[in-house]
């Protein structure tokens, strides 16, 4: 297998003047995971970090001496792996201690290592997924429910989305309606049936969702959808689990 281009390991698509996607197109697509970048006035906002089989902090173009806040939705592997590049590190109150640890139970690194086709191009020379162990990150902010991430012309409330997992969190920016909603829901098939999955509790958190006034949502996977689109994704999942 060949080594992915240098430069290319991420795919970068700009949303807006403050939005940015990245994605790890050699990644196995169950565990590609969007990455979001959010520029803020006082200091910038990653909502997730990949994988981590390469650094992401050099893809990122950031701004030398503003801070940034790497926040973890939870703590499965697509969603953590760089987040240890990073001073500061946000995370859910759920999983909060096991972020120093990074235990296979919680994060499911160990399905990755076991797959035959991880990857379609390799991160670096030699590279097997029997390599692949994630680097302990523990959380420097722990957050909860109705929790505040001030971005200096932007703030995101964080919202607490248990189901898919018992630690999901989303962010609402309640003045603009941008949502980040993590893997509590996306625009591609949702995950119920995880070992810490819980459908019961994932049904109370679409129901929830139903009344979240979003203008448009970014989710963990697949593509950005806005408040029609949710409220399709919403109905199919509550009509499948019923």
């Known amino acids: 297998m060949e080594i ?72 499965h592997l697509d969603h953590v792996g760089a987040l240890c590049e990073f001073e500061n590190r946000l995370g ?12 296979d139970t919680l994060t499911y690194a160990h399905e990755f290592r076991h797959l035959d086709d991880a990857v379609s191009a390799l991160p670096s020379p030699g590279w097997t997924p029997d390599d692949y162990q994630l680097t302990p990150a523990p959380l420097t902010r722990i957050l909860t429910e109705g929790d505040v991430i001030d971005l200096g012309d932007r703030s995101f409330t964080v919202l607490e989305l248990p189901g898919h997992s018992p630690d999901g969190i989303g962010l609402l920016d309640e003045k603009s309606g941008l949502f980040f909603g993590g893997d509590a829901i996306y625009d591609a098939q949702l995950l ?29 996977h697949g ?11 919403i109905e199919a999942y509550l009509w499948r689990a019923a």
């Open 4 to 75: 992915a281009p240098a430069g290319q390991w991420f795919r970068k698509t700009v949303v807006d003047s403050a939005v940015t996607r990245f994605e790890e197109p050699f990644v196995h697509p169950y565990f590609a995971a969007n990455i979001w970048f959010v520029r803020g006035a006082d200091a910038d906002l990653l909502v997730d970090a990949g994988m981590g089989l390469r650094p992401l902090t050099p893809a990122l173009d950031l701004t030398p001496g503003k801070p940034v806040l790497a926040l973890a939705t939870h703590i």
């Open 92 to 103: 859910p109150r759920e999983s909060a201690a096991a972020f120093a640890t990074m235990p």
């Open 192 to 220: 119920d049936d995880m070992p810490n999955s819980d459908r019961a509790v994932y049904r109370q958190t679409m129901e929830r969702l139903k009344t979240l006034p979003i203008s448009i949502g970014h989710g963990g």
């Open 223 to 233: 593509p950005s959808f806005d408040a029609r689109r949710m409220s399709e994704i």
